[in-house]
C-alpha cells in the first residue's frame, strides 16, 4: 500500500483541488515501481505531490523543470524536503520549453517523464514534443488534466500523428499513460487531422 503523503503535504486548501492528489500520485508511484524507471523527468512542480510519490518509488534522483517554483515560495521544494526528499530533487528553474530542448541537445533519456506544466495547448504540445524525444523506448509518459480543451487536443493530436506513442490503460481520470514502442519514423511531411 502506497503512503498518503498527499495528506501531509503542505498545500492551501484552495489549491488542493488541482495538486496531484493521492489517486494520481498511487498510479505514478506504482508505475514507477513496477516498470524499475530509473530515470525520471518531471514537468511542472507545484506544491511537489507527484515528485514526492515518484521519488518515494524510485529512491533515485528526479529531474523537475519548473520556472514558477518562486510564485508558489518554494512549496514543492519545502514539501519535497519535509518527507527526506531533498537530496534527489534536481529543479531546474528554466522555462521547459528551454531546459527540455537543452535536455535533448544533452541527449538525456529517460524511463518515466510526468507531464504538468502549462496547460494551454501550445504549451503543452511543446512540452510534449520535447519529452517524446526524451523518453527511452519502451519508457512511460503520463500527461495530466485532459480535463482541460488545450491538454485533450494535444492527446488527439498524439493518437492521430504518433505511432510510436502508444496509450496503455489508464484507470486516474484525467491521466493520459503513453508507452513509446519504438521510433518517430513519420515522412517530413506527415500529418493526420485530429
Not at 524510485?58 to 523537475?64: G, I, S
Not at 519545502?78 to 534527489?88: D, P, R, T, V, Y
Not at 488534466?145 to 496503455?168: C, H, K, S
Request: charged fraction near 25%.
Amino acid at each position: 500500500m502506497v503512503d498518503n503523503y498527499f495528506s501531509r503535504l503542505q498545500i492551501p486548501d484552495e489549491h488542493r483541488s488541482v495538486a496531484t492528489n493521492h489517486e494520481q500520485g498511487s498510479y505514478l508511484y506504482e508505475l514507477a515501481r513496477l516498470t524499475a524507471a530509473a530515470k525520471t523527468l518531471e514537468v511542472g512542480l507545484g506544491f511537489g505531490s507527484s515528485a514526492v510519490y515518484i521519488m518515494a518509488a524510485t529512491r533515485l534522483p528526479h529531474v523537475v523543470v519548473d520556472p514558477w517554483a518562486r510564485s508558489y515560495r518554494y512549496a514543492g521544494l519545502q514539501n519535497i524536503a519535509a518527507e527526506g526528499f531533498a537530496g534527489l530533487v534536481d529543479h531546474r528553474e528554466r522555462a521547459s520549453q528551454i531546459e527540455l530542448a537543452e535536455l535533448v541537445r544533452q541527449q538525456c533519456t529517460f524511463d518515466l517523464i510526468y507531464v504538468d506544466g502549462g496547460h494551454k495547448f501550445d504549451e503543452t504540445l511543446v512540452d510534449v514534443y520535447f519529452c517524446a524525444q526524451l523518453l527511452a523506448v519502451g519508457g512511460h509518459m503520463v500527461i495530466d488534466d485532459l480535463w482541460m480543451p488545450g491538454v485533450r487536443r494535444v492527446r488527439d493530436f498524439i493518437l492521430a500523428n504518433r505511432e510510436d506513442l502508444t496509450q496503455m490503460p489508464c484507470p486516474v481520470e484525467d491521466f493520459l499513460h503513453l508507452r513509446r514502442t519504438g521510433y518517430d519514423t513519420r515522412e517530413w511531411n506527415h500529418f493526420v487531422p485530429f
